[in-house]
């Protein structure tokens, strides 16, 4: 791969997941095999990757710009966002005559009209020979704004025999160290975390990022009675709460009262995704559980992975089982986690 291509790469995974429903975007300019300047997107409303590019340029190297050739790995847009002006028009006034693209952007407003509106000004756009890397970085924003929903991943952890709790409420300990780690990266890579309203009232989780780098994510929960305790620690001020619930629809601080406009979002999933995807900009959500929660984004197939974690052991006393897996699955990926094992599931249909 073309190394500046290449870095392009390493920029976008950069962006982190508070970019919500934008897509991840990394660019540089060079002129004369010498990199006058990179950028990514850093947050949403922000400049997007190839004009933080360009305003990263040196006020004495501005004047190689226009001889200068924009990598980036995402097609400009040539729209005007909520908060922000289209790329190409930026791109035609700093004089810049080649760029080159990682992939085409899957946005419908987009959709290879930047090309278009690039190469009709005289620029000179050329594709990467393979997009198949640009387009698995932004594979949760191309998913996302098909769908007008938010790209999901399911998580649970089960025993050796398929369990994953006590009816009890006791506290199950199932996976080692290093799953652990693996499941805040997970938290550190997603915007936003949702549990159900049992979970939050039996096991008081923290849902924040301390085994990995990174921010605690936007969590959400179900309280539709409004009447969880608030001293829980989901409640903490350390990152945004969307309380769902039907009484209240308004902001204190951190606290986020949702009531969906549908009132079928309470049973189906996918018009409440459809709602904080709209309303909360909520791009990529990582579900935790309980069981029950876990089984309904199943059941109604609203998830774009799903990520089992199995101990080496058996739990006789455990007896509440795993979520039921759909058949129309498909087992992309097996690794060891230390003593565990972590099994990557997808759709067989991903355009369902």
């Not at 704004?145 to 025993?159: D, N």
Request: hydrophobic fraction near 40%.
């Amino acid at each position: 791969m073309n190394p500046y291509l290449l870095r392009c790469l390493e920029l976008a995974h950069r962006a982190p997941p508070s970019v919500g429903v934008n897509p991840r975007v990394g660019a540089l300019l060079v002129e004369s095999e010498r990199i006058l300047a990179e950028g990514w997107h850093e947050r949403p409303g922000g400049p997007h990757a190839e004009i933080a590019a360009i305003e990263a340029v040196p006020p004495s190297l501005r004047e190689r710009i226009p001889a200068a050739t924009l990598y980036v790995s995402l097609e400009p847009c040539c729209h005007a966002g909520k908060r922000t002006p289209p790329c190409t028009g930026r791109i035609l006034a700093e004089g810049i005559g080649r760029v080159v693209v990682g992939c085409c952007d899957p946005n419908p407003q987009v959709a290879g009209r930047g090309i278009e509106t690039l190469r009709q000004a005289g620029v000179a756009v050329e594709l990467a020979p393979d997009p198949r890397p640009f387009e698995a970085v932004i594979r949760p924003f191309a998913r996302s704004i098909r769908r007008r929903r938010p790209y999901v991943i399911l998580k649970w952890a089960e025993t050796a025999d398929g369990k994953i709790g006590r009816s009890s409420g006791e506290r199950l300990l199932i996976s080692g160290s290093e799953a652990l780690r693996y499941v805040h990266q997970l938290r550190s890579r997603s915007q936003a975390i949702m549990v159900g309203k049992n979970t939050v009232r039996r096991d008081n989780p923290l849902l924040n990022v301390r085994y990995a780098p990174g921010q605690p994510p936007v969590r959400i929960l179900f309280d539709i009675d409004l009447d969880l305790d608030p001293t829980l620690a989901v409640f903490r001020p350390d990152a945004p709460v969307i309380v769902i619930n039907h009484r209240r629809n308004e902001s204190q601080g951190h606290l986020h009262y949702f009531v969906p406009h549908n009132k079928t979002a309470y049973i189906r999933l996918d018009i409440l995704l459809g709602e904080l995807y709209e309303r909360c900009g909520i791009g990529t959500l990582l579900v935790e559980g309980g069981r029950y929660l876990l089984q309904q984004f199943l059941n109604q197939d609203v998830f774009d992975e799903v990520h089992v974690l199995r101990g080496p052991q058996t739990a006789p006393e455990a007896d509440v089982t795993a979520p039921r897996l759909p058949d129309e699955l498909y087992l992309d990926y097996i690794a060891p986690l230390g003593a565990d094992l972590l099994f990557i599931y997808y759709p067989s249909n991903p355009n369902r």
